[in-house]
C-alpha cells in the first residue's frame, strides 16, 4: 500500500472529476434516494460510505502517464499494479495516489462481502463502488465471485429487453414493485403478488417476450 499526501488526494479528486463523463450532483442526489441493500448490523461500515460522484470506471480523457513513467517514488510497482495503472494516470500525478483509489474500492468491496455478500454484489450492480470492475480484475482477483454475480444483474429502473427467468431483488425495501411489459406495451406480468414483510425475499419472474422490465425501490436484481 503507497501513501499520498493530501495534495496528491485533492489533485487526483480534481483530474478525475474534470475527465470523466459525469453529470455531477444530480446523480449524488438521486443515489442518496435509493433503497439500501439488507445489511447484518445497525452500525454503519466504512464499506457503507458514499461512492464518489466522479464517473466510477471513468479514465482519464487528457494526456496520461506512458507505462515507462508508471513508476512511484519510493519501491516499485508489482506487475498486476501496473497493469491496473496502465492508462489511467493523467500527467503530471502520482501513480501511487491513482493506485490507492483502486486499492480503497478493493477495500470496500471485501469489508461489505465479508458482512453481506448480496450488499457487496448490489453495490457493484448500482455503482457505487467506484471502479469496482477494473480493481477486482486487477489488484483483489479473490472478489471476482462477487463481480462475476454483479455482471449477471442489473440496477433498479427499467431494463430493456431483459434475459427471460427469475430473478431476486437485493433489497429489504417493502415499497419494491416491478412491471414486465410485451412488445406491444401490454403487462406480462408483475409483482410482488402481495405486499411483501420486512426480511422478505422478493423475486420476479420475468416471461420470455418481454421487451421492457420496469422496478421501482427494487435497487438492483440478480438471477435467483
Known amino acids: 500500500m ?11 479528486a480534481a483530474a478525475l472529476t474534470l475527465t470523466a463523463c459525469s453529470s455531477g450532483g444530480g446523480k449524488a442526489d438521486a443515489a442518496d434516494a435509493k433503497p439500501k441493500p439488507p445489511a447484518a448490523s445497525a452500525v ?11 464517473s466510477p470506471d471513468a479514465k482519464p480523457t487528457g494526456p496520461v502517464l506512458p507505462d515507462a513513467k ?3 517514488k519510493t519501491g516499485s510497482f508489482k506487475a498486476n499494479e501496473k497493469q491496473y495503472l496502465s492508462g489511467r494516470v493523467p500527467e503530471k500525478m502520482d501513480p501511487a495516489a491513482v493506485l490507492q483509489t483502486g486499492q ?8 461489505t462481502a465479508k458482512r453481506d455478500k448480496d450488499a457487496a454484489t ?8 467506484p471502479g469496482a470492475k477494473d480493481a477486482i480484475t486487477y489488484l483483489c482477483p479473490e472478489q471476482k465471485p ?8 442489473f440496477g433498479d429502473g427499467t431494463r430493456p429487453s431483459p434475459a427471460a ?9 417493502t415499497t419494491c414493485t416491478w412491471e414486465a411489459k410485451g412488445k406491444d406495451g401490454s403487462v406480462l406480468a408483475s409483482g410482488p403478488q402481495t405486499p411483501p414483510k420486512a426480511g422478505d425475499k422478493i423475486t420476479a419472474q420475468i416471461p420470455s417476450g418481454t ?4 422496478s421501482t425501490g427494487c435497487y438492483a436484481w440478480i438471477p435467483a
Open 104 to 111: 480503497e474500492s478493493c477495500q470496500r468491496v471485501e469489508r
Open 211 to 214: 421487451t421492457e422490465f420496469t
Open 70 to 72: 508508471l513508476t512511484p
Open 165 to 173: 427467468g427469475t430473478y431476486r431483488a437485493l433489497t429489504q425495501n
Open 122 to 129: 448490489g453495490a457493484i450492480v448500482a455503482g457505487e463502488i
Open 2 to 12: 503507497y501513501r499520498r499526501s493530501a495534495a496528491a488526494a485533492v489533485l487526483l
Open 146 to 153: 462477487i463481480l462475476d454475480a454483479a455482471s449477471k444483474g
Open 44 to 54: 454503519q461500515d466504512p464499506a457503507d460510505a458514499p461512492a464518489a460522484p466522479a
